[in-house]
């Protein structure tokens, strides 16, 4: 079996790590189990986050073109357009779910 956790610094870790530390003894988080299910859930998160990123990445590489040409510019399409116009939407949607 392969080792899924390294050792970690937690002097390093600092203030994360007590709050860690707080928020799972407050919470009564003691069982592997328990502990378990809650890294599962961050986890989970970690990979819609890095989806949402990768997803981000392809709409600007996209749209790339547009930003850099100049909207006088006769090579600019109605798909160059569209992939700008998804970027400004993917941008306003992090923009949204940062500030909630």
Do not use: W
């Amino acid at each position: 079996m392969d080792k899924h956790y390294a050792e970690r610094d937690i002097v390093k870790q600092g203030q994360v790590y007590v709050d860690h530390v707080s928020a799972m003894t407050g919470e009564g988080l003691h069982e592997k189990s328990d502990i378990a299910a809650e890294l599962a859930h961050r986890d989970i998160e970690i990979q819609k986050l890095q989806q949402r990123n990768k997803a981000l990445g392809a709409a600007f590489t996209a749209a790339k073109g547009y930003i850099d040409a100049s909207p006088c510019d006769p090579d600019i399409n109605n798909e160059q357009i569209e992939a700008y116009q998804k970027y400004q939407e993917a941008l306003a949607q992090l923009d949204k779910e940062g500030n909630q």
